[in-house]
T-cell receptor
Framework: GQQVMQIPQYQHVQEGEDFTTYCNSSTTLSNIQWYKQRPGGHPVFLIQLVKSGEVKKQKRLTFQFGEAKKNSSLHITATQTTDVGTYFCAGPPREDSNDYKLSFGAGTTVTVRA | KAGVTQTPRYLIKTRGQQVTLSCSPISGHRSVSWYQQTPGQGLQFLFEYFSETQRNKGNFPGRFSGRQFSNSRSEMNVSTLELGDSALYLC???????????FGSGTRLTVV
């Protein structure tokens, strides 16, 4: 079945620095979704990328979908304490499949040193 | 608009008991998915319902079951609880199972 992997598992960042987290799927995805879960909270939808090579920005966050639609990345610039949390990527089923399971990666847990 | 509502927020149960968790999706959302989240295993898919039909099921034992009602509200049931069932159970709704999911705050189940 479909597997979604994320690296790194943990990211310790100095406030003000940049970092990138990566997501790789074992199968081609119809789109990729990113979620953020703050400590003690629940996952919150951030963005969905659909097109091959697509790049989207949300303030200091830049999301990219790979050309082969099997990988994605999230780049955060000038990290702030508000960026603390776990970032998940998720691969929804292909539109032509009967698999309605949204497969989540294990997440990248980000901590920030002030 | 109201978000996804899960009840109860916290539960403490004894081994061997059963439990029912409830989820009310966003109005108009017909797809409801359930996930188990534990520190070591991340978000594990339990099942997904759309218009009262279970469309997909994860790799959990038959003690885990669910259903969806005509108003899209969903319940999941865990019978014969085990210590390892202690987890945060999250419900997520979407329009049709494709597109961004909105999660509820979850039900934290502790089995003692």
């Amino acid at each position: 079945g479909q597997q979604v992997m994320q690296i790194p598992q943990y990211q310790h960042v100095q406030e003000g620095e940049d970092f990138t987290t990566y997501c790789n799927s074992s199968t081609t995805l119809s789109n990729i979704q990113w979620y953020k879960q703050r400590p003690g909270g629940h996952p919150v939808f951030l963005i969905q990328l659909v097109k091959s090579g697509e790049v989207k920005k949300q303030k200091r966050l830049t999301f990219q979908f790979g050309e082969a639609k099997k990988n994605s990345s999230l780049h955060i610039t000038a990290t702030q304490t508000t960026d603390v949390g776990t970032y998940f990527c998720a691969g929804p089923p292909r539109e032509d499949s009967n698999d309605y399971k949204l497969s989540f990666g294990a997440g990248t847990t980000v901590t920030v040193r002030a | 608009k109201a978000g996804v509502t899960q009840t109860p927020r916290y539960l403490i149960k004894t081994r061997g008991q059963q439990v029912t968790l409830s989820c009310s999706p966003i109005s108009g959302h017909r797809s409801v998915s359930w996930y188990q989240q534990t520190p070591g295993q991340g978000l594990q898919f339990l099942f997904e319902y759309f218009s009262e039909t279970q469309r997909n099921k994860g790799n959990f034992p038959g003690r885990f079951s669910g259903r969806q009602f005509s108003n899209s509200r969903s319940e999941m049931n865990v019978s014969t609880l085990e210590l390892g069932d202690s987890a945060l159970y999250l419900c997520a709704s979407s329009l049709a199972g494709i597109g961004g999911y909105t999660f509820g705050s979850g039900t934290r189940l502790t089995v003692v």
